[in-house]
């Protein structure tokens, strides 16, 4: 029983619908007239799918002497901790879940969880809302969706989970994780919603009631508003990576879905950072939640981070030519400011014989997604992209990070250089000013 001495989530106040959908439960608190959710005036009534950027970021982030500061904490083996290091108490075998996500987990050599794994899947199964604060490659797709999948196959009466993710990308990569632990279970289905993809289709399957709903806010928003997703129907919300959904501005539409859930959902809510922002969701919308923190430091401590300066001199492009070709490169992403040059730079790249592509979000989706399967495949090995893949992609082997253009801030610089160094793994960050 969760402590009821803790702050606890407004409670809504119900009303009766004349419209043939279920019964929507309210919040009490600033409400349209016209409709049984708050107003939002921070982004567009289009609900589309893309967030505008903080306004408040900063442009100004000093990075030499951020990895000035890094290199001598690495020299004197300091660490910055965030919570001491914890050892992992269980193997997956222990958790008590389904025998079909056993041999699941056995077939692709599961064995041994990693931390936020091994503290969030029993708070889960559980049933306790959790905030997990944990760095991006630590596993934490698989910390929520092995219990969850486990909770839909074992009950009877209809569990619906919702994940939300701030790009389309980690959304198709949440929705493969998932698939990959209902093989066959096909009743039990999942629907991709994203911006860039045909709506008509999703309408279609969201017909079909699936149990697992993943998509961005925008779009998820705009299935509601045409009544194609009753979030009072879902058991379960995730938010994944909260803090980027945050950072991209779809907090309007954050709140707006999650103030259509049942009051007693479970909240799962994942973060590389506990923002003031974050906390204050949290407070609204979890009822005595479980906090796992397992960040151990700002920055990897298996990245190598340096700077290079361009002269007058140098040509910008050829100093990068000479970094791929001579710097052991074998998998690269080189971070662009804009999507313009982003195309150019790959141009550039491919004139000069290196295998180049670029990644952005004026690019159509399935063209994004050939282009990131074509990279996992190791068919070229230069992948140029602006921010939109700064976070939540799991690309194995990444070994070098180049900020061709600087970052806006030192999250974003932290970000952008967690695609490497993974999993144990070294890696090597160059940033030219």
């Given at each position: ?253 954050m709140r707006y879905i999650l103030h259509g859930f049942p009051d007693d959902h479970q909240t799962l809510l994942f973060s590389a950072t506990f923002s003031d922002d974050i906390k204050r969701l949290v407070k609204d919308f979890a009822k005595s939640p479980k906090t ?142």
């Amino acid at each position: 029983m969760k402590d009821s001495k803790l702050t606890r989530r407004p409670r809504r106040s119900t009303s009766s619908s004349t419209s043939s959908s279920p019964t929507r439960r309210k919040r009490s608190g600033s409400f349209s007239s016209q409709s049984s959710r708050p107003s939002y005036s921070s982004r567009s009534r289009s609900g589309g799918s893309r967030g505008s950027r903080n306004s408040k970021k900063s442009s100004n982030f000093d990075i030499e002497r951020f990895i000035d500061e890094v290199n001598r904490k690495r020299a004197s083996k300091t660490q910055t901790t965030i919570d001491k290091p914890v050892e992992i108490t269980h193997k997956f075998s222990d958790f008590a879940i389904d025998d079909s996500l056993q041999s699941v987990l056995i077939k692709n050599g599961f064995e041994t969880p990693t931390v936020i794994q091994d503290q969030a899947i029993p708070e889960i199964l559980a049933g306790h809302d959790v905030v997990g604060i944990a760095n991006t490659g630590t596993g934490k797709t698989l910390a929520f969706s092995l219990p969850l999948v486990h909770k839909a196959l074992v009950t009877r009466d209809l569990y619906r989970v919702m994940i939300m993710t701030p790009t389309r990308e980690l959304a198709q990569q949440v929705q493969s994780e998932i698939n990959n632990l209902l093989r066959g279970n096909n009743p039990l289905s999942s629907v991709l919603c994203v911006g860039g993809m045909s709506i008509r289709q999703q309408i279609d399957i969201l017909q079909k009631t699936p149990r697992f709903v993943i998509g961005t806010p925008g779009r998820l928003k705009d299935l509601i508003d045409r009544g194609k997703i009753d979030t009072s129907t879902f058991s379960v919300i995730v938010l994944d990576e909260a803090d980027q959904m945050l950072d991209m501005g779809f907090v309007a539409d954050m709140r707006y879905i999650l103030h259509g859930f049942p009051d007693d959902h479970q909240t799962l809510l994942f973060s590389a950072t506990f923002s003031d922002d974050i906390k204050r969701l949290v407070k609204d919308f979890a009822k005595s939640p479980k906090t796992i923190s397992v960040r151990r430091e700002e920055t990897g401590s298996n990245i190598e981070q340096s700077v290079r300066r361009i002269s007058r001199s140098e040509d910008k492009i050829e100093v990068l030519k000479t970094l791929l070709a001579h710097d052991k490169t074998e998998k690269t992403i080189v971070f662009n400011r804009t999507k313009r040059g982003a195309d150019q730079l790959s141009r550039s790249l491919k004139a000069a014989g290196i295998k180049a592509e670029a990644i952005h979000g004026d690019k159509p989706q399935r063209l994004r997604t050939r282009i990131l399967n074509r990279f996992k495949a190791h068919e070229f090995n230069v992948l140029v992209a602006t921010d939109v893949a700064a976070r939540g992609l799991d690309i194995d082997d990444i070994t070098h990070v180049v900020n061709y253009d600087l970052p806006q801030s030192q999250d974003d610089y932290v970000h952008r250089i967690g695609r490497t160094g993974r999993a144990g793994k070294t890696g090597t960050a160059v940033s030219f000013i």
